[in-house]
């Protein structure tokens, strides 16, 4: 499938992608993700960027799978998990160390801005992605006809929004501690209007060194 120039892989591995993500995440968030892959391809075009685009795909669709049911840990940041699903997932299929470590990378970096952008272009690209699809950054670089195409072929409800919000929440509600220091802690502060992020400042004054 091609949508605005930008081919969807179709390997055995990017099949079985496709197949796991849409069997796990549910169709909210596989939409989303198949967005943030071609969004993060039109983008890389444009720049005319070097990547492998099976490499980008198995990033974009596994950026968020740690939100979902099977994948999500008590302990570890919802990126962590996805990236290590991402993993798993790989090396099941052989791919190099090197590989791994990128589209590790790229889902765990997704929701650090200002970082990824200079690292790896399929590092890059996944942030871009979601960037544009979640919070509409960069969204007058693509045409009108272009968003509707992707739209058109990966629907965005009605209601994304919100939607998108209450599935960061019921992925992270169960472990606030992960969202110190990131922006999940803002969807805590959303949903839950007593709760009280971790404070970097008050870290510091409170531990046990003297000075």
């Not at 799978?65 to 997932?89: I, Q, Y």
Request: aromatic share 10%; charged share 25%; with cysteine.
């Amino acid at each position: 499938m091609t949508i605005s120039s930008v081919k969807i892989p179709d390997s055995s591995m990017a099949r079985e992608v496709t197949e796991i993500v849409r069997d796990t995440a549910g169709e909210l968030l596989f939409n989303h993700s198949s967005r943030v892959y071609l969004f993060g391809a039109m983008a890389g075009e444009r720049r005319g960027l070097t990547y492998d685009a099976e490499l980008l795909y198995t990033a974009a669709m596994f950026h968020d799978m740690g939100l979902t049911e099977p994948h999500r840990s008590k302990t570890a940041r919802f990126e962590v998990d996805g990236a290590n699903a991402a993993r798993a997932f790989l090396q099941r299929q052989g791919i190099s160390q090197h590989d791994m470590d990128t589209v590790w990378t790229a889902i765990a970096l997704h929701t650090t801005p200002g970082i990824p952008e200079h690292m790896h272009p399929v590092i890059a690209l996944v942030t871009t992605g979601v960037e544009m699809d979640v919070l509409g950054i960069g969204y007058e670089a693509y045409s009108d006809a272009e968003r509707e195409k992707i739209t058109n072929a990966f629907p965005r409800p009605a209601h994304f929004k919100e939607e998108i919000i209450q599935a960061f929440y019921e992925g992270i509600r169960h472990r606030p501690e992960t969202t110190f220091g990131n922006v999940k802690a803002d969807v805590l502060a959303d949903k839950e209007p007593g709760f009280h992020c971790g404070n970097f400042c008050s870290i510091i004054r409170n531990s046990p060194w003297k000075g």
